[in-house]
């Protein structure tokens, strides 16, 4: 993942972007994506979707990863790290005895 950001404050440098990089406007940014990316949902089923939309799909995730990766940069989070402590902090909440197979809620297990 250090070479993707790696890559990305390349890019973002060269264009002298990091000015409008603070974590309130990244985070905008993340969700305004990722709305980009819901939208090639929108009155379709998810079959034709996928099979009508892959493309922007696949363009529309880049630029939600693109954002999360620069966010958690600048706000020094190391996303791995974050993503492994949230898996065990979800399988205390969700034990597989109780919600195997299940879409409720921890709290209505």
Same mark, same amino acid.
Not at 93 to 102: A, M, R, V
């Given at each position: %993942?250090?070479?993707?950001?790696? $890559?990305?404050?390349?890019?973002?440098?060269?264009?002298?972007?990091?000015?409008?990089?603070?974590? $309130?406007?990244? #985070?905008?940014?993340?969700?305004?994506?990722?709305?980009?990316?819901? +939208?090639?949902?929108?009155?379709?089923?998810?079959?034709? #979707?996928?099979?009508?939309?892959? $493309?922007?799909? +696949?363009?529309? %995730?880049?630029?939600?990863?693109? /954002?999360?990766?620069?966010?958690?940069?600048?706000?020094?989070?190391?996303?791995?790290? #974050?993503?492994?402590? $949230?898996? #065990?902090?979800?399988?205390?909440? /969700?034990?597989?005895?109780?919600?195997?197979?299940?879409?409720?809620? /921890?709290?209505?297990?």
């Amino acid at each position: %993942m250090n070479h993707l950001i790696q $890559k990305l404050i390349e890019f973002r440098d060269q264009r002298n972007w990091k000015q409008f990089h603070n974590p $309130k406007d990244l #985070a905008i940014s993340l969700v305004l994506e990722a709305s980009e990316l819901l +939208e090639n949902f929108q009155w379709k089923s998810s079959e034709q #979707a996928v099979r009508e939309k892959s $493309k922007s799909i +696949e363009e529309e %995730m880049a630029d939600v990863f693109t /954002y999360l990766l620069l966010l958690s940069n600048e706000m020094g989070i190391d996303l791995e790290k #974050a993503v492994i402590d $949230k898996i #065990a902090k979800n399988a205390t909440k /969700y034990p597989e005895s109780k919600s195997f197979g299940s879409n409720k809620k /921890y709290t209505d297990l």
